[in-house]
């Protein structure tokens, strides 16, 4: 038997004791462009520069390597195009909370709000970060405790988006734009200069370990995580149903692109053994490419991709907050205040940082790749709900039932094994998703035995 038809208009929110949001939050003032660049900006992050090397390591053969990457991003398109579904049917700031606290309970919602906190934003800004001063420090070796090049990052980022929005997101859009234009260059000189290698085996292969395989997947989803961005500021998105969507998709192919191009690169440009294991495989590549002097250029990508992804997150999450904040989740001081949430802002940016300097990149990732593939895929099932509740024509589904079939199948094929053969970071996700229901219950426990 389907489910009950939510009632008309959906609204967003639907935390427990949660008033409806204005229906244009604090203001539409974002276009598709600046949507699809957010989109690009959360995604290109450090990923792309880093996991192949732990994947090697792991699989032991690149084209397996590049397999995953292929894998990995099916997972993103089919989610993209479910999240846009999502969104013309809400089409509101919030992301998960909202999608899950109107399609499944508001509880659900509750749950996805605390993990954006912790596993959506504040861990990917810390791996991000960690990847930032990881390749500067081992290209210029700038001595002293690299973390403060983190700290740095994640403190400007928090300044340009935490005062006015219109300055921040212009200069993110002029950093992405620029960004993407290094990355196509890139890639035509180490095309040029790569040479063609027979296939390598790292020592220790062994046919195909699935266990690994899967492994590997949750650590590239995490690098294409950033697929949904732009539903985080879907309130301030103007003519959000048509252009969320457009926007999702288009920033979802366009890095698929350019990652699939940099992976060939990178794994083509020298041999196995030297990229295995290693976290900063691209600056590798780079110099086995075209020396000291190309390894110092592509740094400076990394760095500016790195960048305006920390800066895309620190825009993005403290919007789940604020509409949290709205709702009664979070205290009311963390919601909009003007046209930027600059509490939530600051509360960013603290706990990102202390994470910077207790985590280590690899265990930040596979705890990150679980927990947000996890929760994406549980959005993806409340679409299907809603779905079945409201029928085709009100709630149209690209691809029909395979997109959301992929998406959750594929998550859920990673995650198992995941489990099995890191339960240290799954264990930690799976507190993740019942630490912010537990919070709450405590919360209107102690709200109802006051006088």
């Not at 008309?8 to 974002?30: D, K, M, N, V, Y």
């Not at 995953?68 to 992301?95: D, H, K, M, T």
């Not at 879907?234 to 990652?259: D, K, Q």
């Not at 998406?407 to 053969?421: D, E, I, K, N, P």
């Amino acid at each position: 038997m389907p489910p009950a038809a939510p009632e008309e208009p959906i609204t967003p929110g639907g935390a427990p004791g949660s008033t409806p949001a204005p229906a244009h939050g604090p203001g539409r003032r974002l276009g598709l462009a600046s949507a699809s660049l957010l989109v690009v900006a959360s995604m290109v992050g450090t990923g792309v520069f880093t996991t192949s090397g732990f994947s090697l390591a792991a699989l032991h053969d690149p084209n397996l390597v590049l397999l995953v990457w292929v894998l990995g991003a099916l997972v993103a398109a089919s989610g993209a195009l479910c999240y846009g579904a999502l969104a013309r049917a809400i089409p509101e700031s919030g992301g998960e909370y909202t999608f899950l606290a109107r399609t499944v309970h508001p509880l659900a919602g509750v749950a996805a709000g605390w993990i954006s906190l912790f596993a959506g934003f504040t861990a990917p800004i810390a791996v991000t970060a960690l990847g930032l001063q990881e390749y500067l420090d081992s290209t210029f070796d700038l001595g002293g405790d690299p973390r403060w090049i983190g700290t740095g990052a994640i403190a400007a980022a928090g300044l340009l988006h935490g005062l006015r929005l219109r300055p921040g997101v212009w200069a993110q859009n002029a950093a992405v734009v620029l960004n993407l234009s290094l990355i196509a260059t890139f890639v035509v000189m180490g095309s040029w200069d790569v040479h063609v290698r027979p296939p390598e085996l790292v020592p220790g292969a062994h046919g195909i370990d699935l266990g690994a395989l899967a492994v590997s997947l949750v650590w590239i989803s995490f690098s294409y995580s950033g697929w949904n961005a732009a539903v985080y500021v879907a309130g301030e998105v103007r003519e959000a149903e048509r252009n969320l969507p457009r926007a999702l998709l288009l920033g979802t192919l366009v890095v698929a692109l350019a990652y699939l191009a940099l992976n060939m690169v990178f794994l083509s440009a020298a041999h196995v053994h030297e990229l295995a294991g290693q976290p900063a495989i691209g600056a590798i590549a780079a110099e086995a490419l075209g020396g000291v002097a190309l390894r110092r250029f592509l740094t400076a990508i990394v760095a500016l991709a790195l960048f305006t992804s920390v800066s895309s997150m620190v825009m993005a999450g403290p919007r789940v907050y604020a509409r949290m904040a709205q709702d009664g989740v979070l205290p009311r001081l963390f919601a909009f205040d003007g046209e930027v949430p600059a509490r939530s802002v600051a509360l960013q940016v603290a706990l990102s940082i202390g994470v910077v300097w207790i985590a280590r990149l690899r265990d930040l990732l596979s705890y990150v790749g679980f927990t947000l593939g996890l929760c994406a895929a549980a959005s993806v099932v409340g679409l299907v709900r809603l779905r079945l509740a409201r029928g085709r024509e009100r709630v149209p589904v690209p691809g029909w039932p395979l997109t959301p079939l992929i998406h959750v199948g594929v998550t859920l094929f990673a995650s198992v094994f995941l489990v099995r053969s890191q339960p240290r970071e799954a264990a930690i996700g799976v507190a993740t998703f019942v630490l912010g229901p537990t919070l709450f219950f405590l919360q209107r426990r102690r709200a109802a035995r006051r006088p």
